[in-house]
């Protein structure tokens, strides 16, 4: 809302400031802190008194889950997901599309992770949604948005692949565009999902993809720069700067009570919808492949449970000692900040590995 700002610069040239996104990102990033750090107690306090004995720890998990996680609170995302609207309704561009369709996959895998959350601890059970209920509804979901992504572009690129480490090379997939884009948006909230185990463990790498991913928006949204990089330029695709920066400013004060030991879990409404977010802005500014390297700890984690799966019914044998990943790590002693910590560095690298491939064309 505060873009409209702008129309009153002509009066007060002050007011110019509004036009510029690098500013109204930075707004987005103090405000999203800001909402949920105040607000973090209140919803805290709420959360714990409505759901009582807090989120159901999986029996089959590590033992000392247990005793130490017990009784916390789950749905945190709604924290995360209140800070991050907060911050992109107030400073985000309101007639860029780019910028609701994001926004609506975000809010509607949330709504997913919720009702997931919602029947886990009505029941007291790690049991759910079934997950094919639960994957036809994201895929619907992230079907819709690539479908309102393709017609939005209205061009060759709107519905190709890029490959990110060559100039000129595009794979146009047409109309299966939209298949491929749902699976990368509905891939990217599950594999978040499933690195969500730890206190802190999902929230950091959230937001350090979301820094990274805010930058290429830019970067892509601007033609100069896009230019320069001799990468795809994507009309008005930098107006998700906003967004990342509201994820990262609500991350940010999210991570303030979810810090070991955590007051509150983030739950499936924080992760699948946080994870949701960063698919949809990759295929928005056609940096899929890209999503993969950044979001390589993500893909890490879903690829041990799919190993551990597919190794366990086919053989009978499990290749790690617990899946996800960093369960194995707990199972060989790590303490939990160990892990934490370290996969976080692992963050940070493949971010760095991700943004260099900006130049590496």
Not at 75 to 102: D, E, K
């Amino acid at each position: 809302m505060l873009y409209w700002l702008v129309d009153l610069s002509s009066s007060f040239p002050a007011l110019n400031v509004f036009r510029y996104i690098t500013f109204r990102t930075g707004g987005a990033v103090v405000t999203g802190a800001l909402f949920v750090f105040l607000c973090g107690p209140w919803i805290i306090d709420n959360l714990r008194l409505r759901q009582g004995k807090g989120q159901p720890i999986r029996s089959d998990g590590p033992q000392s889950h247990l005793v130490s996680k017990r009784g916390t609170p789950t749905m945190g995302g709604l924290m995360i997901l209140s800070g991050l609207t907060v911050g992109t309704v107030l400073w985000a561009n309101p007639v860029n599309p780019y910028v609701w369709i994001v926004l609506a996959v975000t809010l509607g895998f949330g709504f997913v992770g919720f009702y997931d959350d919602y029947m886990k601890v009505t029941k007291q059970t790690h049991a759910g949604i079934s997950g094919r209920t639960r994957l036809l509804i994201e895929f619907a979901i992230a079907g819709m948005a690539c479908f309102a992504l393709v017609w939005l572009g209205r061009g060759t690129l709107s519905s190709s692949l890029v490959i990110p480490f060559f100039k000129e090379v595009v794979l146009n997939l047409g109309w299966y565009f939209i298949i491929f884009g749902a699976f990368v948006i509905v891939g990217a909230g599950n594999a978040v999902n499933l690195t969500d185990g730890l206190d802190g463990l999902a929230i950091v790498p959230v937001m350090i993809a979301a820094a990274s991913f805010g930058m290429i928006s830019y970067l892509v949204g601007n033609a100069v720069f896009a230019e320069y990089l001799q990468v795809n330029y994507v009309a008005g695709t930098g107006e998700l700067a906003v967004l990342c920066g509201a994820l990262l400013g609500a991350g940010l004060g999210f991570l303030w009570f979810n810090a070991p030991p955590a007051s509150i879990f983030m739950g499936d409404t924080g992760s699948l919808a946080l994870g949701g977010m960063l698919g949809s802005i990759a295929v928005a500014v056609k940096h899929e492949i890209v999503l993969a390297v950044i979001g390589g700890l993500f893909v890490l984690e879903a690829v041990s449970v799919i190993v551990q799966v597919a190794s366990f019914k086919l053989t009978g044998k499990r290749v790690f000692r617990m899946a996800p990943i960093h369960h194995h790590f707990e199972q060989k002693g790590w303490t939990e900040p160990q892990i934490v910590i370290r996969f976080w560095i692992i963050a940070v690298v493949l971010a760095l590995a991700g943004l260099s491939t900006l130049k590496l064309r």
